[in-house]
């Protein structure tokens, strides 16, 4: 009995894992705290990343990603101007249509909590999924 409810909490673990690498591919809009609603808009497909800001039309870069779900880590790495070669550790949480997103800027170190800090290089994003 207590095998099988431990096969189960661990498929149950393996399976909410699967499921935020798949959840958290679409279209993402939010913004900032301080910058105004939906300013910022993302694409995160399988492999990749990219962003704008919506009200200049102005491209955040393109990147490629790695998202460990048992951790809630995300780590983007710059492929396209203007992020290029630049690194950013991050935490996420995704709960049901919302993703927030804390990354640094520099590559330095991970932030330790999902607040936006940037006197400590850390910035954080509300997202909203979009249908």
């Known amino acids: 009995m ?6 189960g909490l661990v498929l149950g673990t393996q399976s909410a894992r699967a499921d935020d690498r798949k959840d958290i591919l679409g279209q993402w809009k939010g913004e900032m705290p301080g910058d105004p609603p939906g300013s910022i808009e993302l694409t995160i497909t399988a ?28 780590d983007a790495q710059g492929i396209e101007n ?12 995704l709960e049901g249509n919302t993703l927030k ?5 520099r590559g330095r170190k991970r932030p330790a ?5 940037p006197e400590r290089d850390q910035f954080l994003m509300v997202l909203q999924r979009q249908r």
Do not use: M
Request: glycine content about 14%.
């Open 101 to 105: 997103w804390v990354s640094n800027s």
């Open 2 to 7: 207590i095998a099988v409810l431990g096969a």
């Open 47 to 74: 492999d990749k990343i990219s962003g704008r800001y919506l009200k200049t039309g102005k491209g955040l870069g393109e990147g490629t990603y790695q998202l460990d779900p048992a951790k809630k880590t995300i």
């Open 82 to 93: 203007p992020v290029r070669g630049n690194r950013y550790f991050g935490l996420y949480s």
């Open 113 to 117: 909590d999902l607040a936006h800090r």
